[in-house]
């Protein structure tokens, strides 16, 4: 697939504008990107976006990092997937890194949050418009709305994404060819957990290996990496406290862009710049290989008659997650007056008005949460 410079450009200022704008963790990225690449600039049909996106859930790392990879790759190939990939990164690794070097100076995360009071709730209504109309693209029949359900409820009682992603594919490539004579079979799963880290003294080399390690683990939502930072990097070698890997988890949120970012704070923690760097670079590096295989999975899917109904159970499963993200965020915003109201107001805005931009609706709320937060 040839790229003309063009294509790449548009790649990479789009993603680079993402990587900007983007609070509100995968579910908010991946509406982003549907409502850019789909609606507004149509570099690709819905049913395609929605076959990557069951697909990034087959594999691990950031789905939404992912999705940036192939989203450039359709646009303008190989080229395009690494400067998608880069130019999302690259603005969330800088905030990361300049909000460590802070850290660092002062010992105290700068009170930035009520900047951030309005967001949240501003990109619920970004998520539940995106899952709608993922939705009436991949409930293609009653089978597959039960699969739908069946995982969002699933996903509410906290059963690993992961699990429920692959269990879903494999359910419906029975369920939906189970009168046909054929059958293959497709299955990805993490090993490396048992893995023990090679280096114990702190290190740019033990940093990127221990950070490789957890991305080559890493399934569903990027708030898994939480858990993992904390089993390998407080417990098993006793690189971080437990205050420490509480003030990186607040950067995380603070920034836009991926969460895993969360990795170039604790790695300036742990070696300064240089440890940021190692520590980016063995989180974000396995998606590109990943997702340069996945190019050549996804065709292959469609062409088998069974693999192509596990793609679409999967599909299926990633909006029953979505709509089980979207139930979880709402419920926590509905308690407080002040972020109901601009939830309520992002779900109106979003489904009245679609051609307004996500970028405005994040500012708006952003500006319309710091005034509530000053008044109330």
């Known amino acids: 697939m040839s790229a003309s410079s063009k294509h790449i450009k548009e790649v990479f200022f789009l993603f680079l504008k993402l990587g900007c704008i983007a609070f509100g963790g995968p579910a908010a990225h991946i509406s982003m990107m549907e ?9 690709m049909t819905r049913q395609h976006f929605l076959d990557m ?9 950031p789905n939404s990092t992912q999705m ?27 905030f990361t890194l300049i909000l460590a070097i802070i850290y660092g100076e002062y010992g105290e995360v700068p009170a930035v949050a009520p900047f951030f009071f309005g967001i949240k709730p501003a990109v619920i209504g970004i998520i539940l418009n995106a899952t709608y109309k993922l939705g009436k693209k991949a409930f293609k029949g009653w089978q597959l709305i039960v699969v739908g359900i069946l995982v969002a409820l699933l996903s509410l009682y906290g059963v690993d994404e992961f699990i429920l992603i692959l269990g879903s594919g494999i359910l419906g490539m029975f369920w939906l060819n189970f009168n046909n004579k054929s059958g293959e079979k497709a299955m990805f799963g993490p090993l490396l957990l ?16 221990a950070f490789l390690k957890i991305a080559l683990v890493l399934f569903g939502s990027g708030y898994v990496l939480i858990a993992y930072i904390d089993a390998e990097l407080v417990d098993k070698l006793g690189w971080l406290t437990k205050e420490q890997l509480l003030d990186a988890i607040a950067i995380g949120q603070f920034t836009p862009g991926p969460v895993l970012t969360t990795a170039t704070f604790v790695g300036y923690q742990l070696n300064g710049i240089s440890g940021a760097l190692w520590a980016s670079l063995g989180m974000f590096l396995p998606s590109f290989f990943l997702v340069g295989l996945l190019v050549k999975l996804i065709p292959l899917l469609r062409k088998s008659i069974w693999l192509s109904k596990f793609l679409d159970a999967v599909n299926a499963g990633a909006v029953g997650i979505m709509i089980a993200v979207s139930l979880q965020l709402g419920y926590e915003l509905v308690f407080d007056w002040r972020a109901a109201v601009l939830m309520a107001l992002s779900i109106f805005v979003t489904f009245r008005f679609t051609k307004i931009s996500a970028l405005w609706i994040i500012l708006s709320g952003g500006l319309l949460g710091y005034v509530l937060l000053m008044v109330g």
């Open 35 to 43: 409502d850019e690449v789909v609606t507004r600039r149509k570099w």
């Open 53 to 61: 996106v069951g697909a990034t859930n087959l594999v691990p790392g």
């Open 68 to 94: 940036t990879m192939h989203c450039g790759h359709v646009r303008a190939g190989w080229i395009g997937l690494w400067v998608g990939g880069i130019s999302f990164i690259a603005p969330a690794v800088l």
């Open 194 to 209: 048992l893995v023990k880290p090679v280096g114990i003294a702190i290190s740019n080399q033990s940093i990127f290996l």
